[in-house]
């Protein structure tokens, strides 16, 4: 059985505690696979998710309205690309790795060994499911770990799509998938898992960590917050539109590194607001604003969420420079650019986590800089400049988990680059090696290989000698 799909409360812990201790098993198994036997798992999970390529894409239509050129490029890509990327690599990344030896360790020789963490926990979101699913579980078949992944109720279809996925391609006492509400991951988080990995919100990353606190469990978080974008004076304006629009037109806007707010140089303002305009009548068209390929809201809850920040932000006397229409019944909210926005109102505070786009000015870089900084470290910042002396700046005098220059959100699409937030925004690395690298234990191994050893010289009783030595040395 490789799916628990609403279980009764009663039989619930008692079906995650029998597979729990099957993984608890395999894991000392999974210890000595080679990177054949690892990239083998690699391959057939590759070839499931394109055997279920159609599947995929019409669970994301059913789910959230997406069109098959967003699941293409936001659930299947980065899963075969990883994927792709380990089958190339995971030979080199599993290889011991020498360290230089220094003149106080001569006679010793050190590596460090990656070997798995064990038993992993990959709790994943709603937005793009199958991608942060299948991401993280592609480090955790790399690492050598065994993995339980709770995929988000709030997408049933692509829940359901993974489900089948992992049960045709794994043995539940390798990987499993538990389905359910939030009672499935609260009693998933009283195990004591080697690692878990969880991507979505601050607050219930923090829930996590205290739950993997219990345990001593290390965590991957993946989280968000306010992602800003700076917009210089030298900027290439239509550029900048451009991009900003894709941003946010991309999935509605429900991508933790979407373009939360912009900062742009009072002199291009208003050029960048007529531009904003612009691209969303020539991308965002359709009767009444509808946009009929825009992906939706997930559900009434989060649209009333993100209808009342664009309330809130409209009471306090931000305007509409471009779209504005809503419709409840069909999850529907048009992106949205505003202008003259209150910095208290709930739309400069909350992550959006939708197409509603704030623009406000600055005249001064230092100004924008501490706006920035008053407010938790970002998951991702943008700039946008044709000058390096203030991409400089931005870099130095900002933190972010991760950041694109003169574009937005494609760091996150690199193979090669970790990506991750810092603080606020997450803890630790994924994609790539850093996947690797998040489900492995980096095993320090030193050998002493010859007679000579520095303890010998620095045993009991001591001299006066000696201590004049070890004086000079250690400066």
């Known amino acids: 059985m490789n799916a628990i799909n609403e279980l009764p409360q009663s039989r619930l812990q008692d079906e995650i505690n029998r597979v729990f201790a099957l993984q608890q098993a395999r894991k000392i198994e999974l210890r000595q696979t080679t990177a054949e036997q690892r990239l083998e798992k690699l391959r057939r999970l590759r070839a499931a998710v394109i055997a279920h390529k159609a599947d995929i894409v019409a669970a994301a239509h059913a789910d959230m309205r997406k069109q098959p050129v967003e699941a293409l490029l936001g659930e299947i ?24 030896t220094p003149i106080n360790m001569l006679g010793t020789r050190g590596e460090i060994r990656y070997e798995p963490k064990g038993a992993a926990l990959i709790i994943a979101p709603w937005n793009v499911p199958v991608f942060l699913s299948f991401v993280p579980l592609t480090g955790a078949i790399a690492a050598g770990c065994t993995a339980i992944i709770k995929p988000s109720e709030m997408t049933p279809a692509l829940g359901a799509v993974i489900r089948n996925i992992v049960a045709e391609t794994f043995d539940e006492a390798e990987v499993a998938v538990f389905e359910g509400g939030p009672e ?12 878990i990995f969880y991507t979505g919100g601050p607050e219930i990353g923090k829930v996590v960590m205290r739950a993997a606190a219990e345990h001593l469990t290390s965590v991957t978080l993946e989280l968000g917050g306010k992602s800003p974008v700076i917009v210089d004076e030298s900027a290439d304006i239509e550029a900048a539109a451009e991009r900003l629009v894709w941003g946010k037109l991309l999935n509605g806007g429900q991508i933790c590194v979407a373009p939360d707010y912009v900062l742009v140089h009072e002199s291009r303002k208003e050029e960048l607001l007529g531009a904003l305009g612009r691209q969303l009548k020539t991308h965002a068209t359709g009767e009444a604003g509808r946009a009929p390929d825009l992906t939706r809201i997930v559900n009434g809850r989060h649209h009333a969420r993100v209808q009342g920040l664009l309330d809130d932000a409209l009471a306090r006397g931000a305007r509409v420079v471009a779209g504005g229409q809503s419709d409840a019944a069909d999850n529907f909210i048009a ?33 924008a800089l501490e706006l920035i900084n008053a407010k938790p470290k970002p998951l991702a910042l943008y700039a946008f400049s044709r000058i390096k002396d203030n991409v400089e700046r931005i870099l130095r005098g900002t933190s972010a988990g991760g950041t694109t220059i003169n574009h937005v959100m494609l760091h996150g699409l690199h193979p090669n680059l970790p990506f991750g937030g810092v603080n606020n925004s997450g803890i630790g690395k994924s994609g790539g090696f850093y996947g690797f690298q998040a489900f492995s234990n980096e095993r320090a191994v030193l050998r002493q290989v010859s007679g000579i050893s520095f303890t010998r010289w620095v045993m009991p009783p001591y001299s006066a000698r000696l201590s004049r030595i070890m004086d000079r040395f250690v400066k």
């Open 77 to 100: 890509m980065p899963v075969t690309q990883g994927i792709d990327l380990a089958l190339k690599h995971l030979k080199r990344w599993m290889r011991p790795q020498r360290v230089k």
């Open 184 to 195: 499935v991951a609260t009693a998933l988080l009283t195990m004591p898992f080697d690692h």
């Open 335 to 367: 992106p949205t650019v505003l202008a003259d926005v209150a910095l208290d109102s709930r739309l400069m505070q909350e992550e959006i986590f939708g197409p509603l786009l704030p623009v406000l000015g600055y005249q001064d870089l230092n100004r």
